[in-house]
């Protein structure tokens, strides 16, 4: 039988201990339940077998700015090739240049025996004298009554024949002296001293150097951060500290199956003709814009062929939207299409979402802000 005051006397001399065990009841059950709901508040997988909102963490779709530096070895070439040809058959008399000599504009590559040539020039320029004399001497009497039509006729084709002489005798008269083109570099010679030319046979292939091209070999993935005009600075291993700034003036249109890069061309000034072609160099492309953007990581299958996002509708549910991606710059990726600016876009807890899921946004956290 229970001794009531017995029990009572016991009470009283342990009545700290349980109260303090019935606190820690309470205390426990309390931070169970807030365990609970933080769990349903922020772990997906938590709240959909209990039929609660998915939490998520969204943030509004707006223009950003965006700088991004693409990197690439590379090495400069040539921006043209430039096949000269003899004009003239003649002797070649001194060829001052060899393979891989930098020449300027108009500098004398090869000089060709011109004797011939001037004194075709000299007979040509008598002739055309005394064609012009006939002819006005013709017209003169024309004039008079004394020369027919046929006549004058026949003096003005005599004195356009020898206009012509004259043009062709100065033309093969210039071709006896074979000169640049343009700022380049000797890359073929197929004529020697002492040779016969013959027309139309090749004499010089030259590489165009003013400006110079800079080939930089860009990996496949950075193909949507590249296009035409955009600003490089290009650092080589021939100038080391000397940097050196292009264009991008052409992008190769395939992929190298065995390096997965493509090539960029950029245009460099090159007035001085330091640079020249194999040198081997890094470029950095600047590549600055102001576009709809949203953080990278709510994109899903960034870089796939459905690349996809989820709105926060009107509804309070989730909607996936496929969008097409541009630049990937400082944690950020371009939307091109398929989103508008103003949508909130969900940038946490979207990998545990479900099309038309209903889902919960915590409006006080910092992201939202």
Do not use: C
């Amino acid at each position: 039988m229970i001794d009531l005051p017995q029990l009572r006397q016991v009470f009283v001399r342990r009545w700290f201990d349980i109260a303090l065990f019935a606190f820690l009841i309470l205390v426990g059950a309390a931070a169970l339940a807030l365990t609970a709901k933080y769990l349903l508040a922020t772990d997906g997988t938590k709240a959909r077998p209990l039929g609660q909102a998915i939490p998520v963490q969204t943030l509004i779709a707006k223009v950003t700015a965006l700088h991004e530096v693409v990197g690439a070895s590379g090495t400069t070439m040539e921006t043209t090739d430039a096949f000269l040809t003899n004009r003239v058959v003649a002797k070649v008399l001194k060829v001052p240049v060899e393979i891989g000599t930098v020449v300027r504009q108009g500098d004398l590559l090869a000089q060709l025996d011109e004797t011939l040539f001037q004194s075709q020039l000299g007979y040509a320029k008598t002739n055309r004298f005394h064609t012009s004399q006939q002819l006005q001497r013709m017209l003169a009497l024309q004039q008079k009554g004394y020369a027919s039509a046929v006549q004058v006729e026949d003096a003005q084709t005599s004195d356009a024949a020898a206009q012509d002489q004259v043009v062709q005798a100065e033309f093969n008269l210039a071709n006896t002296r074979i000169t640049s083109p343009a700022p380049a570099i000797v890359l073929l010679r197929n004529i020697n001293p002492g040779e016969i030319t013959a027309v139309g046979s090749p004499s010089f292939k030259l590489g165009i150097i003013e400006p110079i091209y800079m080939v930089a070999q860009v990996a496949e993935e950075k193909i949507a951060s590249v296009h035409i005009g955009m600003q490089g600075e290009i650092s080589t291993d021939g100038f080391p500290g000397v940097v050196f700034t292009g264009t991008v003036a052409k992008i190769d249109g395939s992929i190298n199956d065995l390096t997965r890069t493509f090539g960029v061309y950029l245009s460099i000034p090159n007035h001085d003709l330091r640079l020249i072609p194999g040198i081997t160099g890094y470029a950095r492309l600047q590549n600055h814009a102001s576009v709809l953007a949203v953080p990278s990581t709510a994109v899903i299958d960034p870089v796939g062929d459905k690349s996809t996002v989820f709105i926060l509708g009107k509804d309070g549910r989730a909607h996936a939207r496929v969008v097409r991606r541009g630049l990937m710059a400082d944690g950020m990726t371009e939307i091109l299409d398929g989103l508008e600016e103003g949508e909130q876009v969900v940038t946490v807890g979207q990998l545990d979402l479900r099309d038309n899921d209903r889902v919960y946004v915590n409006h006080s956290g910092p992201w939202n802000q």
